[in-house]
């Protein structure tokens, strides 16, 4: 498919002036980059709002955007990948997506439950991603993380804030990528999240929920 690659050729360039990804081989690029974003495609529907927080290069954001139509924002805290995000956008054509320099505590101040679906891929632990994606949601909307084999591992760390986040776990989806294990965990946002979360200064990163 043209725009793939595209975006793979765009993805190659820049990372040659500036660290977008240490994965650069082209068949490596489409299976642990493209692949693996695009497990969760059967998840997204056309008219949905969706929010991919720590979208780094674009992931798993713009491979499902190029996919399917709904609504795309993705946010990072580093400028250079911002940018090379809405090069991505406009190269691509993709309508009603943007890319946004900002950090997730900060976003959340005017965006709280405006969500219909939050998605990151290999941000942070579950116990400071939940912090970070819960406040986002409608209630009744759905957060995936996606993670790798230990996602058991860090669902059981992160049971308390679940709790006080209001999230509640629909389902994990194992998927074997080329010999890899990915792990898809499903959350569903059952009450609103209190208006404290998430906190600031790395505060869900330095002490988790």
Known sequence: MYKF?????????????????????SSQIKVKHFDDSLTIEKYINKGMKVLDIGSGAGFPGIPLRIKKEFDLTLIDSVNKKVGFMNEVIEELGLKNTRAIHTRAEDYAKNNRE???MVVSRAVAKLSTLLEYALPFLKVGGIFIAMKGPKAEEELNEAENALKILGGELINIDTIDLNGNTRKNILIKKVRSTKIKYPRAKNLPKKNPL
């Open 5 to 25: 690659k595209k975006y793979e050729e765009m993805l190659i360039e820049t990372n040659k002036k500036f660290n977008l990804t240490t994965i650069v081989d």
């Open 114 to 116: 405006k969500f219909d």
